[in-house]
């Protein structure tokens, strides 16, 4: 065992950059040592969306850009050592699974290990018996059917799934931090209960769970707080030592930057409690965490302290919450926040005409948006006069042809509306309503399934 591990971040959610992990990867060998990349491609709904494509398509419902991530670093990954983890089997991880036998054998490697985690997918528990997790207890699920219910699964089935001999492993549902908490255990030796060593790791996949937030992105004001290069932003990487202390850099010979500020803002991000932030393998104190810059773009982080695992294991539910209807149309020109108003008016009173059965939001952006309600105080009293407004009706239903007949009104604006409209656009999209839940560990049935490539296509 040496005493040096290093974690990359190379995805913060589904849907970022498709090219983060190469820098990333280049810098793991340059510096040398055993390390780990893991992906973080999903939010509590993107598990939802990927159980409905999986109904759709018995083979899909895993991360859609799992390959274009995949394909430019896994021989460099294998070559080296470097473990893949990553949850972005989503709802399918087995299919996950066979897009990288796929690839692995695409590219010469069919020997490859490749582990799927399994027991995060809870649909068949019966979820009312067990109690909503305290910030959800307020929350109208509206009766809509069960969509997905996955539960945040610790470390420990990576673990062993690394131990078994996994150069891959393959997630639904995971405890974010438990990504990079994994390969630190594994590597050293650290136990279930060493709650300080855990604190370490799971501070250190919390730091990286978001990708690039921690090294730049989402992080600029121009002229406050400014940002080099962000369009080729780093991405996050964990120098963690046998002593538990913990580094925080990025990828070499990137944009963005590592400071302080970058780090007390990622290790404050969704943190409820700062004293009792829970996580599936520990307990967080981070009241006297403390940042300190070491040199450029590298930050060390210390003080963070560790209790005993909750006794609970969350479990986030995923309900139909029916459907939302979008339109969209530009006005530009002189008085053209008339012509906006005047739309809006027309859009509202056809909506009623049609007795479209459809809670309705119409929005002049450009104008005032972000910060109105619903019933669109702020714009109609605003006396702004700008070059251009974007005008966009959103009409919530529970049925999908209901939400799209309002949305289309607005294309009907073409000709039937105020002077000078254009650029329209109208969608559709189902609604996803999320409650978290409670339940005893022992009611899961979690392990993995090792396999090389060639099996796993067998």
Not at 6 to 19: E, I, M, P, Q, Y
Request: hydrophobic share 40%; aromatic share 6%.
């Amino acid at each position: 065992m040496t005493n040096i591990f290093r974690v990359g971040n190379a995805s913060g959610f589904s849907g970022d950059r498709v090219d983060a992990a190469g820098p990333v990867v280049d810098t793991l060998i340059a510096l040398g040592g055993p390390s780990a990349l893991f992906f973080e491609t999903l939010a509590e709904r993107t598990v939802a969306l990927a159980q409905l494509e999986k109904r759709r398509n018995p083979e899909r419902g895993y991360e859609p850009m799992l390959e274009r991530l995949l394909e430019p670093i896994l021989l460099k990954c294998l070559r080296h050592g470097i473990t893949l983890i990553g949850n972005f089997g989503a709802a399918n991880p087995p299919a996950a699974a066979r897009v990288i036998a796929r690839l692995a054998q695409r590219l010469g490697e069919p020997q490859v290990r490749i582990a799927v985690v399994q027991g995060d997918d809870v649909q068949d528990l019966n979820l009312g018996a067990h109690p909503v997790y305290e910030a959800d207890a307020g929350l109208d699920m509206a009766s809509g059917e069960l969509i997905a219910a996955n539960a945040y699964l610790s470390a420990q089935p990576i673990v062993q799934a690394l131990k078994a001999g996994a150069q891959v492993v393959v997630t639904g549902r995971t405890g974010d931090p438990s990504l990079a908490l994994a390969p630190l255990m594994h590597h050293f030796g650290w136990s279930t209960d060493d709650w300080q060593q855990l604190a370490v790791g799971a501070t250190a996949g919390h730091l990286l769970e978001c990708g690039a937030q921690i090294t730049g992105g989402y992080f600029e004001d121009p002229g406050y707080k400014d940002v080099p290069d962000p369009a080729n932003v780093g991405f996050p990487i964990a120098e963690v030592h046998a002593d538990g202390a913990l580094f925080i850099t990025k990828a070499l010979h990137t944009g963005g930057l590592v400071t302080p500020e970058t780090v007390k803002e990622q290790l404050l991000y969704e943190i409820h409690d700062p004293s009792h932030y829970i996580t599936p393998d520990v307990v967080l104190d981070l009241t006297d965490v403390r940042v300190e810059q070491l040199g450029q773009d590298r930050v060390q982080v210390k003080g963070m302290r560790g209790k005993p695992a909750p006794s609970t294991v969350k479990v986030t539910a995923c309900f139909d919450g029916g459907w939302l209807g979008e339109g969209e149309i530009s006005y530009a020109g002189p008085n053209c926040v008339a012509r906006a108003r005047r739309a809006a008016e027309v859009l509202r009173q056809r909506v009623a005409l049609r007795k479209l059965p459809v809670s309705l939001r119409i929005d002049l952006i450009g104008l005032a948006s972000v910060h109105d309600g619903d019933a669109g105080a702020l714009w109609q009293s605003a006396s702004a006069q700008p070059q251009d407004v974007r005008l966009r009706l959103a009409a919530s239903s529970a049925l999908q042809d209901d939400a799209e007949q309002a949305a289309r009104e607005v294309l009907a604006l073409y000709c039937c509306g105020p002077a000078g409209g254009g650029g329209v656009r109208w969608r559709t999209t189902q609604r996803i309503r999320t409650q978290s839940y409670l339940i005893e560990p022992g009611l899961l049935k979690v392990g993995y399934s090792l396999h090389t490539a060639q099996e796993w296509l067998a």
